[in-house]
């Protein structure tokens, strides 16, 4: 047996664990926060301001971070890091601002330009970095990525490098609470593909066994609890969103060592092109990847079924169907426009995670039976 396995994050999880730490909040003399605007409405922000104020540590707030950041937007923030000389930087909210916040970090003691982050070669160590996520799905606060819209390629593409693993993460899930159901279902689809994708990877090991299955096992609970409560999602308890929570951060600390593959490769585009959030992309893929694979991963995929009490592909299909039709209409895509997001696809260098051989054309029909 073999195996690497390497989080350097330290992760504080539980109801008030910011105020409750606050002396790990002081890492160095000036934070850099970077966010979105939700931070302000979930109370996550003003926790970290207090905290930051009671201990006497100077802060700037960089809060435009876009919805899908690209080059541009990070180095925006990166120059504003070295304007106010930034010792560390604190990233609130979902993956977008944390993602923003590994790619900010590292562009504020490395003058390249920002195309030169996917050479995922850094000479100087990046700032510090403490994150805060205040969604449950993207796993970001304990993966070394940095997810960017790349618009050179018309998708997205990752920056790596185990020097932007932040080096603490505070996980409450009271900041998740006044999320609507639509984000609570993207982010938790995106939390179950990391998951399944991670677990059928070509680099998954046996090592990695209690993520998957404490992960997946969770989500079992948190999807029936979601679905009751899809009329009125204030009806989701503390707890559902606290298990939410505590599977979107297994499924980073997989995806840290195994990587994503097929289902992400493919959702990249439908974000980019057709604006489709990034779980909920993947979500539309999940059913028709797992029968694609079915023939190679048969023991694999059976046993995803099982630990989320699910019977076989096809009620899994429904179930996924059933959470994102209460969403709304997919938007209309054409047969070209699949084949061109199929040729960008079988580029990326995830596509290689899957066991099974993938080609352009098993692309293309995976599109098709997943949006017609």
């Known amino acids: 047996m073999k195996f690497n396995f390497f989080i350097p994050t330290r992760i504080i999880f539980g109801e008030n664990c910011i105020k409750e730490n606050s002396n790990l909040m002081c890492i160095g003399k000036k934070a850099l926060i970077v966010t979105g605007k939700s931070s302000k409405k979930n109370g996550s922000l003003d926790d970290v301001l207090s905290v930051l104020t009671d201990n006497g540590v100077k802060y700037e707030i960089f809060n435009r971070v876009k919805s899908n950041p690209d080059l541009e937007n990070v180095l925006d923030g990166a120059d504003v890091a070295r304007k106010v000389e930034a010792d560390f930087i604190i990233g609130i909210g979902g993956g977008s601002p944390l993602d923003a916040s590994k790619s900010i970090a590292t562009l504020a003691t490395n003058l390249i330009e920002p195309e030169e982050l996917f050479s995922n070669m850094i000479k100087k160590r990046p700032l510090p970095i403490i994150a805060i996520p205040t969604t449950a799905g993207t796993g970001s606060e304990v993966t070394p990525y940095s997810i960017l819209t790349y618009d050179k390629i018309g998708s997205k593409k990752s920056f790596f490098s185990p020097l932007i693993f932040p080096k603490i993460a505070f996980l409450d899930a009271k900041y998740t609470m006044s999320l609507s159901y639509n984000v609570t279902v993207d982010t938790m689809l995106d939390a179950l593909s990391h998951l399944i994708e991670g677990f059928l990877s070509v680099k998954y090991n046996n090592f990695y066994e209690y993520i998957v299955v404490n992960g997946l096992n969770s989500l079992k609970t948190c999807y029936k609890n979601v679905l009751d409560a899809s009329t009125d999602i204030k009806k989701l308890d503390f707890e559902t969103r606290e298990l939410l929570l505590y599977s979107s951060t297994l499924g980073g600390m997989l995806i840290a060592h195994t990587g994503t593959s097929v289902v992400h490769a493919m959702g990249y585009s439908l974000t980019y092109y057709k604006e489709i959030p990034h779980g909920r992309a993947n979500g539309i893929l999940l059913a028709n990847y797992l029968k694609f694979n079915y023939d190679s991963e048969e023991y694999k995929i059976n046993m995803v079924l099982k630990l ?49 051989s993938v080609t352009q054309d098993d692309l293309l029909d995976i599109y098709t039976k997943s949006i017609f």
């Open 308 to 356: 989320l009490g699910i019977k076989d592909i096809y009620e899994f299909e429904k179930i996924i169907n059933e959470l994102i039709r209460k969403e709304g209409k997919i938007p209309e895509i054409s047969r070209d426009e699949l084949n061109k997001y199929s040729s960008i696809a079988i580029k990326a260098s995830n596509i290689a995670n899957n066991k099974k």
